[in-house]
Every structure is written in C-alpha cells, then in structure tokens.
C-alpha cells in the first residue's frame, strides 16, 4: 500500500504538475547547475542517457521521472555550436530591410533562426511522463511522452453609441478567434550489455508541434445627425488572419562504449535530426469610409491589403561524437572530446504583398494599387567540430571539482537566389493613367569561418547526507564574421546554481537557476523515484 501512495504521488505529479519538455533535448539540472559545457566530462546518469543510449544498460532499476519549469516560452532556434551570420532573413524585402536598419530594428538570418532543435518545442503548460523499465537479461527501456494540449476559442462582440454636438455614432465590433497549440513528444530508447567490454544502445525520437491562429473581425461606425437622424458617415473595416507554423522532429541514433581497460572507458554516438514544416501566413483587412449628403452617398474612400508567406523548411544534421575518458587513480579522471556535424538547409517560397487605395468624388473615381511577388531559395550548409578536454576530481568524498577547455569551429556556406518583382498602378474612372513594373534579381555566395573557445569551471559540495550545492561558471570567447566580410570579438562570462536532494537513494530532485536567482519564474524543477 505504501508503495502504490508513492506511485500514485508521482503520476499525479507528472501529469499535472510538469510544463517543460523532457530533458532529453537538455542535460539534467545537474549538468545545466554545474554548467552545459560540461556533458561528457563529468559523469551523470540522466545526461550520458540522453547523449548515448548505451548507457541505458547500466540502469538496473525501474525509474520514473518528471521535470518541472515555469520560465521557457517558444523561441528562435538554434545549434549549440554558436553560428552567426547577418544576413537578412528570407522573405522580408530589400526596402524593407533598409528601412529597418535606419530604424535599428534587426533581422536574424535564417541560418541562425531555423537551426534550434530545442526552440521549436519550448512551451509551457505540458504534461509529461517517464520510465526506465529492465528487461531482465535483454538490456533496458526507457520510455518518455508528453502532451500539451491548449485549445483556445474565442468569440467577442458588443455594440457602443457615443454622443457629440451634433450628431451620434453607433459602433458595432465582433471578432472571433482560434489558436490550436498542441504537442506530443514520444521518446524510445534501448540498451544492452554485450559482454564486459561492450554496451550497445538506440534511440529515437520523435516531436509534433501544433501550431495554428485563426482570427476574424468587423467593425461597423454609423454617424447620424441629432437632429433629424439621417445620415453622416458609415465607417466599415474587415480583417482576416491565418497563420499555421506546425514543425515536426525525427531523430535518431546508435551509441557505443567500449572498455579496454579499468581506467579507460570509449564510447562512441551517430546520430541524425531532420525537421520540416511549412510556415504558412495569410493576413486580409478591408476599409471604407462613406459620406452621405441626406441618406445618399456622396463621396467614399477606401483600402485593402492583403499579405500571404508560404515558406517550406527541410533541415537536416548528421554528427558523430567521440568521448574517451582515462582514470589514473579513484579521486581524478581525464576527458577528451571530438565532435563533428553536418547540417543542410532548405528553405524556398514566397512572399506576396498586395495594397490598394481608392476614393470617390462625384463622378470621379481614383484608384492606386502596388504589391510585390519576392520568390527565394537558400541552401545553407554548416560544418562543425568541437574538440575539448576536461578534468574532474574530488578533493575528498564531499567535494568535487571540475574544469575544461573547448574549442568550436564552424564553416557557414551561404547560397541564397532570389527574385522580386514590384510594381505601381494609377487608375482615373477604370483609365490607366500610371504604370510602373520593376524586377531584379540576386544571388549570394558567401562562406564564413567561426571560432569560439570556453573555458568552463564548477564546484559540487555535499552539505549534507540528503542536499548538495551546485555552482557553475565559464567565460566565451566568440570571435564571429559576417556577410560584408566583417568581423566581430566578444569576451562574456556566465554563472549558475543548483541544489540537489537525495532521501535513500530513492527519491530525488534536483533545482536549477542561471543568473537570477530573484527570479522565481526561472527556477526549473526535476523529481525521480527509484524502486
């Protein structure tokens, strides 16, 4: 009975409680305390799990687990290698572009935006579940899902008059809305122990993200005179807007570790990541202004516009990660790190912008119309390598110590064409009067080297039998080039802090904070149970 209250507990807790998806895009809160930089050097269960499956087969005990966060909102996306490059984003024009650079506003290129994993499928509110079950001689599974569902629909209406001097308005306003976020995550992964020297692992993962806005409204003003209630004006708008933006995510991958020896370990991960998804907007609005003289109108103005974007996005990354770690003695042990990654991608489509004025005098109507059709494709290819080395050490059995140095290198290849045409139109009582069309074309080439070293540093303390305190900290050196050839060099430092909790080996939690520790939105909370 006891055990099934516990069991109970932590379900409950899993699917009501958790909001944050499931670390196996991210290294424990362990890790994340005593910085990310160290994954692979220092060792931890729940991480080395998430980088190499194999590692699954040293988890002889079942597990279930959740994690907590109420900070993380959807954001841009992007690699852990940091690579950057300003250029502007595909589907936003040339003129456009320059307006925004004389206004300061920046577009991030979409090398930088489209390459985060992660970001895609940062949201809050979710409800997730994990297990580790042992298959008796047939190695371990893990399995983890979650699902956020949040189906919002709304409908809005209400009917105002406003009274002035001479005469009085009645407006009529009514929008209806529909947003459709949903996502479900499923995450399968499998390890066997082969023989004393060899453990062998899979994964796969897979992600949807739902990601739909519907919204429609009218609005209606009616002027009339006081005194004899005819009419003054009748002011009428329109608006439609449709955005679907759902992207999906396979992953997968194969681990290995090799033990030659007692003090040496190997092992060895290939792994392979695709997104793809359309990013679809269509945005509508309608207006027009009527006079009247007596109940007849008089003269009218008028507008629409109309914006559609249609891009399709194809990403893909392969990689290989090498970790060899060396123990001279029981209190130290050495870490050297090799990685590299390929990643392609594909973004082609278009964007279609339309505007239209009119107005009417008497017998004279006027009409001026302009809108461009800017197609584009990018091809972008990123490759990268890390190499590092790390080493930790305990001082004694309530300290430990850790320190690295890592080395990034990406070679960024930019190949961009695109077309534009634009064009302006004048019209006098359906007579053309003006007409201008314009077209260019462009085509980029460019390849940019980027270099980053980190040099990170922690320090675990055991305060206690059950508590743990978790400090982190590490200094970036970004050295970045762009388009037009120039070049960039940062120097920047960063801290974080952690507290873990042990009760027998069995209950477990873990807190993490960066920078703010204040900041209570930003604490994230991990809780286990082993049997």
Excluded at 341 to 369: C, H, M, P, V
Aim: proline share 3%.
């Amino acid at each position: 009975m006891k055990r099934f209250f516990v069991l109970s507990f932590f379900f409950l807790f899993l699917l009501f409680s958790a909001n944050e998806i499931f670390a196996y895009l991210n290294p424990s809160l362990r890790i994340r305390a005593l910085g990310d930089e160290f994954v692979g050097i220092i060792d931890d269960g729940y991480t080395d799990i998430y980088r190499n499956p194999a590692y699954l087969s040293y988890v002889k005990r079942i597990k279930i687990f959740g994690q907590y966060n109420n900070y993380y909102e959807p954001t841009f996306v992007y690699f852990n290698w940091r690579t950057e490059i300003n250029y502007p984003i595909v589907g936003i024009p040339e003129s456009v572009q320059e307006k925004a650079n004389s206004t300061n506003i920046k577009f991030r290129t979409s090398s930088y935006q489209q390459t985060n994993i992660q970001g895609y499928f940062h949201n809050k509110n979710a409800s997730l579940g994990g297990v580790v079950l042992p298959v008796f001689n047939y190695g371990s599974i893990a399995l983890v899902g979650e699902l956020k569902p949040d189906e919002k629909n709304t409908h809005d209406s209400y009917q105002q008059r406003y009274l002035y001097t001479d005469y009085y308005q009645d407006h009529t306003y009514f929008t209806k809305s529909s947003t459709k976020k949903t996502i479900s995550n499923f995450k399968a992964i499998y390890g066997i122990k082969i023989s004393r020297q060899l453990r062998v692992g899979l994964d796969y993962t897979y992600l949807k993200n739902y990601d739909f806005y519907e919204y429609h409204s009218e609005s209606e003003n009616i002027r009339r005179y006081i005194d004899t209630d005819s009419l003054k004006s009748i002011n009428l708008s329109k608006s439609d807007r449709y955005t679907d933006n759902s992207p999906d995510l396979h992953r997968g991958s194969i681990g290995i570790i090799l033990l030659p020896k007692s003090s040496t370990r190997l092992d060895l991960t290939l792994h392979y990541e695709s997104i793809s998804y359309n990013d679809t907007s269509h945005n509508w609005s309608e207006y027009k202004y009527t006079y009247y003289y007596g109940d007849t109108p008089s003269r009218y103005s008028g507008s629409e516009n109309q914006y559609k974007r249609n891009y399709k996005h194809k990403i893909k990354s392969w990689g290989a990660d090498i970790n060899i770690k060396y123990s001279p003695n029981y209190r130290s042990t050495l870490t050297f790190l090799v990685s590299g990654r390929f990643q392609e991608n594909n973004i082609a489509g278009y964007r279609d912008d339309f505007r239209s004025i009119w107005s009417s005098i008497d017998t004279l109507e006027r009409e001026k119309s302009s809108g461009y059709f800017w197609p584009s494709e990018n091809r972008d290819e990123i490759l990268s390598f890390l190499v590092g080395g790390g080493l930790e050490h305990n001082f004694r059995p309530s300290i430990k110590f850790a320190i690295a140095l890592k080395g990034y290198w990406d070679r960024v290849k930019v190949r961009r064409e695109e077309k534009e045409t634009n064009f302006i139109q004048e019209t006098i009582n359906d007579s053309l009067i003006y007409s201008h069309t314009a077209q260019w074309e462009k085509s980029v080439r460019v390849t940019n080297d980027n270099y980053n070293v980190v040099l990170p540093i922690c320090v675990e303390a055991k305060f206690h039998k059950m508590v743990k305190g978790r400090l982190g900290g590490m200094v970036v050196y970004q050295h970045t080039k762009y388009l037009d050839k120039s070049s960039s060099t940062s120097l920047k430092g960063s801290y974080s802090l952690g507290i873990g909790f042990s009760y027998k080996r069995k209950i477990y939690m873990d807190v993490f904070v960066q920078d703010d520790i204040t900041e209570i939105k930003s604490w994230m909370v991990n809780i286990g149970y082993n049997f």
